[in-house]
């Protein structure tokens, strides 16, 4: 009879044990459920980086075509998103950026009282100076650029908004800035004009250019001519004075 009760006591023990395991099991089923996520696989967002990446394999923008023509109170406008850092006018102080005054053609990192990051002191081995293109591609991205620049602002990617505050920068201190010739396999009437070797007239050296202080005024800057700068041409063809007889 006890060996009964005994074994009763058993088999309940054992069938108890079972019953918490099977609810154990039930319970941590519920709480540990995978839930599958809304979209399935790991989204990554790029169109934006490739249309980049396509517009860097771009040429650079035909400076002496678009900068006579560029639209100064557009590229006033555009930079409006730099002020926050930078001033522009002729002695402005240093901000969170240094001024800008007349960096078209500025040496780099150059600025006197503004403490530049490494990055870019380190970029002077790249770009000694700021050419158009080298401003270029910095405001395109200037992280992607100049890599480790304490400059924190994302980039301006439109090419037209660009072209406009560049020629607004180079208006802002350095008008006698040169501006390569216009590229003649860019203009409307194509290969034809690429013959002529007068295109090449208006590449005036672009460091130290001589400008005298009256080649300066204000009202040059958006001139529509970029060759202006160059009569140079005629003089040296008149030099050669024949010896006295
Ligand atoms: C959030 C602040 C900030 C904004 C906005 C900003 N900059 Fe800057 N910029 C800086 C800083 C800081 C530096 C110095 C970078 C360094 O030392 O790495 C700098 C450096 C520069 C330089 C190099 C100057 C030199 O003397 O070598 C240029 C050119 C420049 N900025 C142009 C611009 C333009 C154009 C815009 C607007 C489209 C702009 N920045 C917007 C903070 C800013």
Redesign the pocket.
């Known amino acids: 009879m006890s060996g009964d009760l005994n074994f009763n006591k058993i088999m309940g023990a054992g069938l108890a044990t079972a019953f918490v395991i099977l609810i154990a099991q039930q319970v941590s089923g519920a709480i540990y459920a995978p839930k599958a996520p809304e979209k399935m696989g790991y989204f990554v967002d790029v169109p934006e980086e490739a249309a980049a990446g396509a517009e860097e394999a771009e040429l650079p923008p035909d400076w002496g075509t678009l900068i006579p023509v560029a639209d100064l109170a557009a590229g006033e406008a555009?930079?409006a998103?730099?002020?926050?850092?930078?001033t522009i006018n002729a002695g402005g102080a240093n901000?969170?950026?240094?001024?800008?005054n007349g960096?078209v053609g500025?040496?780099?990192?150059?600025?006197g009282g503004?403490?530049?990051?490494?990055?870019?002191?380190g970029?002077v081995s790249v770009d000694p100076t700021?050419s158009l293109d080298a401003?270029d591609k910095?405001?395109t991205a200037?992280a992607r650029y100049?890599a480790?620049?304490?400059?924190?602002?994302a980039?301006?990617r439109d090419t037209e908004a660009?072209v406009n505050?560049?020629a607004y920068?180079r208006s802002q201190g350095s008008p006698g800035f040169a501006v390569p010739a216009p590229d003649p396999a860019r203009q409307p009437g194509g290969a034809a004009a690429g013959a002529a070797p007068a295109a090449t007239e208006g590449v005036a050296p672009v460091e130290g250019a001589p400008v005298g202080p009256e080649a300066a005024p204000a009202t040059g800057v958006a001139g529509q001519s970029p060759t202006q700068a160059a009569p140079a041409a005629p003089a040296a063809a008149t030099s050669p004075a024949p010896p006295n007889a």
Do not use: D, Q
């Open positions: 555009a930079f998103r730099c002020v926050a850092c930078h901000g969170i950026g240094p001024n800008l960096v500025r040496a780099v990192a150059s600025h503004f403490a530049y990051s490494e990055a870019m002191t970029h700021w401003l910095f405001i200037p100049v480790g620049t304490k400059m924190s602002f980039g301006l660009r505050l560049i920068l």
